[in-house]
T-cell receptor, first 116, second 111 residues
Framework: GESVGLHLPTLSVQEGDNSIINCAYS??????FIWYKQESGKGPQFIID?????DKRQGQRVTVLLNKTVKHLSLQIAATQPGDSAVYFC???????????????FGTGTLLAVQP | DVKVTQSSRYLVKRTGEKVFLECVQD?????MFWYRQDPGLGLRLIYF???????EKGDIPEGYSVSREKKERFSLILESASTNQTSMYLC??????????FGSGTRLTVV
């Protein structure tokens, strides 16, 4: 799961297994959530999003689950592949933050290491 | 696809230098952002802009300024670079809907 501190939490999985990455978010007013994937040396890449009026959303091999009661978000990756190895982090959107825009707050990330 | 381009992937600058990081997006997005990313701290918002010539401070604006003279371009300026500004800098843009698109990042080292 997400953590502050100098070392990223790491999830190590075997190729072909399912992966579950967890995230605790901070603001009950957040209305939108995003999962990003960041490969080494690259910028974050959008994976999947979910609005606060939903509790589950599925994409291709990925599913995001939202539990607003406990302010918890998870990303499930089916049949994990070596190309899925990256840092994954969640972001929550806080509406009406200054000016005319919203603010994304990012988690610190989880390193997914896929073993062949 | 939206493209956000950061002009440099790697930069090495000396303490006290004035540093310009450039970011260009090609989708006519209103909102643009500058973040820095450090191990264990995640992405922290430095400045953002929701229109040309408009700018707002983020969470850690000290030591930085920005410029948005054209809609597609958002520049981050380090007035006098210091070693604690060594970091990965990420630019992002967003339309009036929610999705953010990030550039590839600029890894800045201040020596």
């Amino acid at each position: 799961g997400e953590s502050v501190g100098l070392h990223l939490p790491t999830l190590s999985v075997q190729e072909g297994d399912n992966s579950i990455i967890n995230c605790a978010y901070s603001n009950s007013a957040s209305d939108y959530f995003i999962w990003y994937k960041q490969e080494s040396g690259k910028g974050p890449q959008f994976i999947i999003d979910i609005r606060s009026n939903m509790d589950k959303r599925q994409g291709q091999r990925v599913t995001v689950l939202l539990n607003k009661t406990v302010k918890h978000l998870s990303l499930q990756i089916a049949a994990t592949q070596p190309g899925d190895s990256a840092v994954y982090f969640c972001a929550e959107n806080m509406p009406n933050y200054g000016g005319a825009t919203n603010k994304l707050i990012f988690g610190t990330g989880t390193l997914l290491a896929v073993q062949p | 696809d939206v493209k956000v381009t950061q002009s440099s992937r790697y930069l090495v600058k000396r303490t006290g230098e004035k540093v310009f990081l450039e970011c260009v997006q090609d989708m006519d997005h209103e909102n643009m952002f500058w973040y820095r990313q450090d191990p264990g701290l995640g992405l922290r918002l430095i400045y953002f802009s929701y229109d040309v010539k408009m700018k707002e401070k983020g969470d850690i604006p000290e030591g930085y300024s920005v410029s948005r003279e054209k809609k597609e371009r958002f520049s981050l300026i380090l007035e006098s670079a210091s070693t604690n500004q060594t970091s990965m800098y990420l630019c992002a843009s967003r339309s009036l809907t929610y999705g953010y698109t990030f550039g590839s990042g600029t890894r800045l080292t201040v020596v």
